[in-house]
């Protein structure tokens, strides 16, 4: 299966700053993931992209296949985006489970 | 009411002994996924089932055992728990029909084995 990389592993950002985080993975995907795990563990859905550019409010991410990376953006962050973000890829070959990255750690100061 | 629910939330046990970890699922889909979450790492795969017949192992599959009793219901047992189990397991969905591929998670169980 593919190998799903994320940098950096942590970042501690000022409220109301921009940041990017990357995931890279070792093979072409057909499924790439985007996850938040917030601090009291829940994990929500952030993007389904496994090529081009998406929104969604003041998260956007875009991930550029035939290089092998995706780049999730936050922008004016605030303390509500403190928590893990995770990359993920097609775990296995033809089937739809996920292997993931090991996380972004995010903390948002006020 | 959360569309995808996981019984119990917490668990303490002893080494040795079985336990049931439950899912349970009121999006429709037909996927079903377990996983498992070691502090400081991301999940990994333990078990997945794309239908009532169909149950697959995963990354790490070892120790573990599931069953699919309905569409929506999806269990993951460990027949003789160990300390190295203990950890956060996450059931998740996804539907073939619609969007297909992206997961949907439940609130996960935080199992200990003492």
């Known amino acids: 299966g593919i190998q799903v990389e994320q940098s950096p592993p942590d970042l501690i950002l000022q409220e109301g700053a921009n940041s990017t985080l990357r995931c890279n993975f070792s093979?072409?995907?057909?499924?790439l993931q985007w996850f938040h795990q917030n601090p009291w563990g829940q994990l929500i859905n952030l993007f389904y992209?496994?090529?081009?550019?998406k929104q969604n409010g003041r998260l956007s991410a875009t991930t550029v296949a035939t290089e092998r990376y995706s780049l999730l953006y936050i922008s004016s962050s605030q303390t509500t985006d403190s928590g893990v973000y995770f990359c993920a890829g097609p775990w296995g070959t033809g089937r739809r489970a996920l292997t993931f990255g090991s996380g972004t750690r995010l903390q948002v100061q006020p | 009411d959360a569309d995808v629910t996981q019984t119990p939330r917490n668990r303490i046990t002893k080494t040795g002994k079985r336990i049931m970890l439950e899912c349970s699922q009121t999006k429709g889909h037909d996927r079903m996924y377990w996983y498992r979450q070691d502090p400081g790492l991301g999940l990994r795969l333990i078990y997945y089932s794309f239908d009532v017949k169909d149950i697959n192992k995963g990354e790490i599959s070892d120790g573990y055992s599931v069953s699919r009793q309905a569409q929506a219901k999806f269990s993951l047992s460990l027949e003789s728990a160990i300390p190295n189990q203990t950890a956060l397991y996450f059931c998740?969905?996804?539907?073939?029909?619609?969007?297909?591929?992206?997961?949907?998670f439940g609130p996960g169980t935080r199992l200990t084995v003492l």
């Open positions: 992209i496994p090529s081009g550019t």
């Open positions: 998740a969905t996804s539907d073939r029909g619609q969007n297909p591929d992206t997961q949907y």
């Open positions: 093979d072409s995907v057909n499924n």
